[in-house]
């Protein structure tokens, strides 16, 4: 199987962690508390946003190699202006879920998160 384009592994157990070598961004396969629905969640994380989050029943890390392979180089930019200058703003929580916001320093644009992710590491 070819190799995954910009990610490298950086860990294997317990959890699967891989680190985007053009983007810094983050993606790890990990055990999900026992009150999510799928026992493992897989996440790609850039500058402590997730930008993409997936469950599984088990630890399918092919899977979760081919979701990397789809997504080579994760980053975070504004839409409108296309600027990369993009923070974090506040979090909505309802119960278990948490939805992040995003804005753009340049233009004021804002934006939810475009997933909801339970707990943060």
């Known amino acids: 199987m070819p ?16 680190r985007n070598t053009e983007t810094g961004a983050r993606a790890v396969l990990h055990r999900a ?3 999510y629905r799928y026992k ?3 996440a790609i994380i850039v500058d402590g ?5 997936r469950g ?10 081919d979701e990397l392979r ?5 980053e975070m930019s504004c839409p409108e202006c296309l ?13 278990a ?3 992040r916001w995003f804005e753009c320093r340049n233009c004021g644009y804002e934006a939810p998160s475009r997933i909801v992710y339970g707990a943060e590491r």
């Open 40 to 42: 493992w969640r897989g």
């Open 33 to 35: 508390p026992d009150s």
């Open 49 to 53: 946003y997730p930008v993409w989050s």
């Open 83 to 95: 600027d990369g200058d993009v923070v974090i703003g506040g979090k909505t929580a309802d119960g």
């Open 3 to 18: 190799r995954i384009t910009n990610w490298r592994r950086e860990s294997r157990t317990p959890t699967l962690e891989y």
């Open 70 to 74: 789809d997504q080579p180089a994760p």
């Open 97 to 99: 879920k948490v939805q």
């Open 56 to 65: 599984y029943e088990t630890k399918d890390a092919k899977s979760f190699r």
